[in-house]
């Protein structure tokens, strides 16, 4: 018989950033940056079932059935399976576990869906095979499959350095709603960042030091996105989406991280009929506020 401790359940947000400068490239290949990450509460929901035998098994459904997860790689590519490997051969050990995944959050749009799912692995396998793993030592695993990751295992607001592993929780002023627009369409994170220019020297953010307090509406204006250009010139349907959210009465409108969702954020719950309009047009649209929890993964 299968005990509480054999099953966890997982529920794993999008973040988005509010601004991304990015400093410069990197000896290893990936960039210097500067961003604030925020949990949303939009979320994958992941099961996991430790099983006697039979391996590692992970099945997937779309929580949207309009919208198939048939572009989901859900082999050794996967980041919740390279997570499972990583912690097996760290570990020593043979995950005889199954996880299925909820999706819920659109693939390849700059809402980091695939690094929580990650974040949600390490933190369940942690758990059900009593690793007794620190917080730094899973941050560690982190950082070995993705620039994101780090980020869901922590506090749901930070700001990020480095290549965004190096994190500073961040106190965020809660009262406001956002509205994701998502373009049908799978922009990958490497691409827009091997189409960068980087020739023109960046300006460094300090939006995040201006989120506690009222000060955050204020703190919009100094918002970039230093890759929002080449995210526009690869999906010029970010302009209208734009334009879309400016007349909704977004108090500001941003691309997340490489794209290519389109958020507006609002001082007031966005109106019901514009939302469902827009969605009766084909757009998915989802509407959201800040997560306010002490961790950004919900734990189950």
């Known amino acids: 018989m299968s005990s509480l401790r054999d099953h966890c359940t997982v529920l794993a947000p999008a973040k988005i950033n509010l601004g991304l400068r990015i400093l410069g490239k990197r000896p290893d290949g990936y960039h210097e940056l500067e961003t604030t990450f925020v949990a949303v509460d939009l979320y994958d929901q992941l099961s996991f079932g430790r099983t006697g035998t039979g391996g590692f098994i992970l099945t997937c459904e779309s929580a949207d059935p309009d919208q198939p997860v048939a572009d989901l790689d859900t082999g050794e590519g996967n ?49 059900l095979y009593a690793l007794r793993r620190s917080p730094d030592q899973l941050a560690a695993w982190a950082e070995q499959l993705g620039s ?44 827009v960042y091997a189409a960068l220019d980087l020739t023109s020297p960046p300006e460094s953010s300090h939006v995040s030091h ?19 250009p080449v995210v526009i010139r690869r999906v010029p349907e970010v302009l209208y989406w734009r334009t879309q959210l400016q007349e909704m009465g977004a108090a500001g409108v941003y691309v997340s991280g490489s794209g290519p969702t389109v958020f507006g954020i609002f001082r007031q719950p966005p109106d019901h009929e ?18 306010d929890t002490p961790l950004a993964l919900v734990i189950g």
Do not use: Y
């Open 79 to 127: 980041l919740i399976t390279r997570a499972v490997r990583l912690v097996e051969r760290d570990c020593s050990l043979t995950a005889n576990l199954t996880v299925h995944l909820v999706k819920r959050i659109p693939i390849a749009a700059g809402l980091g869906g695939g690094s929580a799912d990650a974040a949600a692995t390490l933190m369940a396998m942690n758990r």
């Open 148 to 191: 994101d990751v780090p980020f869901f295992l922590g506090s749901p607001c930070a700001f990020g350095t480095g290549r965004g592993e190096r994190l500073q929780p961040r106190a965020i002023f809660a009262s406001w709603w956002a509205v994701l627009a998502c373009p049908d369409l799978l922009l990958p994170t490497r691409e």
């Open 210 to 228: 201006c989120l506690a307090g009222e000060g955050f509406f204020a703190a919009l204006v100094r918002i970039h996105n230093d890759l929002e």
């Open 274 to 291: 514009s939302v469902e309009l827009r969605r009766r047009e084909g757009a998915r649209l989802f509407v959201v506020r800040p997560v």
